[in-house]
């Protein structure tokens, strides 16, 4: 498992900080989108055209130097596969357009597919019309209320979390410790920044200049965008789990006989929780 750093940063890598922030114009810049809930709705529901129905994301593969499909099956046989069986009840958050849906549906006994967006839901009741298994709900962007009680074997998120703020984050994992069964698992995935800059979020209110400099402290990079990723680290997910009585059992951010794939290209993890069992 490779991990991002997390030591405090030096009093002087702060200074420059504050001093290039010091520099920033308000006035005129464009202000940033936020990884709010209703940001997420308008993005996903109404303005992207899903060409490829999630398919196009592949720079996580590119970054890796893995062909796609290749990346792919190895998400699979990783994170999704030891965690099916005919008889599990699946839950995926925020499926979109069920890139990875497809890659469970026939894996599982039954899978729940929970999004925000009535149009992702739409065109996933029609992806599998054929399934007889798949219980689609449109929710709020935060929680589960459809979802019974204990009655989930595992649950299952990505690209999703990443663009997810904390404060929902926080209300998805404690639903996560409402509907898992006890020993059930959650492999969620989510950004990585680092936790020692997330004070400094605030420079990305100061626009692309602001954006850079915050994306060059918290992911170690300039080139590239940040993904639309939400001020999030490893860290801050292990504690809200732990608050909501979730163990981490990983949180990985390669993977593979020679750690081959995985999430470097924004520096995001795949954090596995498990709902502990009953003693």
Not at 201 to 209: E, H, I, K, W
Not at 244 to 255: C, I, P, S
Request: proline fraction near 4%; hydrophobic fraction near 35%; charge should be neutral.
């Amino acid at each position: 498992m490779v991990q991002w750093s997390e030591r405090p940063e030096t009093g002087v890598e702060y200074c420059l900080v504050l001093q290039a922030a010091a520099r920033l114009e308000i006035t005129g810049t464009r202000p940033r989108m936020r990884n709010n809930i209703e940001n997420n709705f308008r993005k996903w529901n109404d303005d992207y055209d899903w060409p490829k129905d999630g398919d196009e994301w592949d720079g996580q593969a590119r970054f890796s130097g893995q062909p796609y499909e290749a990346w792919k099956d190895s998400i699979v046989a990783t994170f999704l596969a030891p965690n099916l069986s005919p008889e599990s009840v699946v839950l995926e958050i925020a499926p979109g357009h069920g890139r990875w849906s497809n890659e469970i549906v026939d894996r599982c006994g039954r899978l729940i597919l929970v999004d925000l967006s009535p149009n992702c839901i739409e065109f996933c009741q029609r992806r599998f019309a054929s399934h007889d298994n798949v219980v689609y709900l449109v929710n709020d962007g935060q929680s589960l209320q459809a979802v019974a009680d204990v009655s989930v074997d595992f649950v299952w998120s990505y690209d999703a979390f990443v663009h997810m703020g904390t404060d929902v984050i926080d209300r998805y994992l404690r639903e996560l410790r409402r509907v898992l069964k006890p020993g059930g698992k959650a492999s969620i995935h989510h950004a990585g920044r680092k936790h020692g800059f997330l004070w400094l979020g605030f420079l990305r209110d100061f626009g692309a200049l602001g954006t850079n400099i915050y994306k060059a402290l918290s992911m170690g990079k300039i080139a590239d965008d940040d993904g639309w990723r939400s001020n999030v680290s490893q860290r801050t997910i292990r504690q809200l789990a732990t608050h909501h009585g979730l163990r981490v059992r990983d949180q990985l951010q390669t993977w593979g006989k020679n750690n081959e794939f995985g999430l470097e290209r924004y520096g995001d993890f795949v954090t596995t929780l498990i709902h502990p069992p009953r003693t």
